[in-house]
């Protein structure tokens, strides 16, 4: 037990040690601004139908249980303020980066698995480039640039949602529901959203990257690095989004 937690210590600090590497490769030329746009269309324009589904999926279920548990107190009206709020500062952000886990982080972890494993990371470091900052920087980059975008999407859908289930099945006033959302609603809590997504897309992009380039034993490897990637990439998702609710909640709201 005392071996297996000081060998978790230590990739702790062997993916401290990569994410340093990473940032340092952000200001090294060449600046190939076309595997950047590349790996944006990839992983952020090809998973907008998951976003779309996941967040009208949240944001009708929400709305559900929020008539139901208001209407008894009448005041079903706070559900459109209460849906809005909520997927901005918490549900968007969070589905949606555990969607893109799923779905990319996965894919990354995978594929630079296999590159580790059929010797193509080895190919390139013989010809004298970098695999962090030909492979791993162009993912962090747009990950850091879609997840909030598909976040926006995220809670654009998931208001929409919501506004249907409490108008079209609930009969709820749609102007007095809108009027009273958008003057619950403010800035800071759509902000605080993307700010928290931006975050988790450059904490899911470094952890699958890192798992990946780290795989070896073949296909057996490169399952196990995806499957770790994963795991970890969700549970410090979790973790973070307390600490980045925390401190925002002391700055922003106090």
Not at 136 to 152: C, E, G, Q
């Amino acid at each position: 037990m005392f071996k297996f937690i000081i060998e978790k210590f230590e990739e702790i600090g062997r993916y401290f040690e990569f994410v340093g590497q990473t940032l340092r490769c952000a200001v090294k030329k060449p600046f190939r601004i076309g595997l950047y746009f590349y790996e944006m269309e990839h992983l952020g324009v090809n998973s907008t139908h998951i976003i779309v589904l996941s967040g009208l999926a949240i944001g009708m279920i929400f709305s559900l249980q929020m008539v139901s548990l208001l209407q008894p107190f009448q005041a079903e009206l706070a559900t459109g303020a209460a849906v809005a709020v909520a997927m901005g500062r918490e549900f968007a952000p969070v589905i949606t980066t555990l969607m893109l886990i799923a779905k990319n982080g996965s894919a990354m972890a995978a594929e630079l698995g296999t590159m580790r494993v059929t010797e193509q990371i080895d190919a390139l470091e013989s010809m004298s480039v970098d695999p962090i900052h030909y492979l791993v920087l162009p993912r962090v980059v747009a990950s850091v640039v879609v997840y909030p975008a598909l976040t926006m999407l995220s809670n654009l859908v998931g208001v929409f949602g919501a506004y249907f289930i409490a108008t079209a099945l609930y009969g709820i006033d749609n102007a007095s529901y809108l009027d009273y959302m958008f003057d619950v609603l403010k800035p800071k809590d759509i902000y605080i959203g993307l700010i928290k997504s931006a975050i988790m897309g450059f904490i899911v992009a470094t952890i699958s990257c890192f798992f990946g380039l780290k795989a070896t034993q073949g296909a057996k490897g490169v399952g196990d690095g995806a499957t770790k990637a994963v795991v970890a990439s969700s549970v410090s998702i979790l973790l973070a989004d307390y600490v980045l609710a925390t401190l925002m909640m002391s700055i922003i709201f106090k």
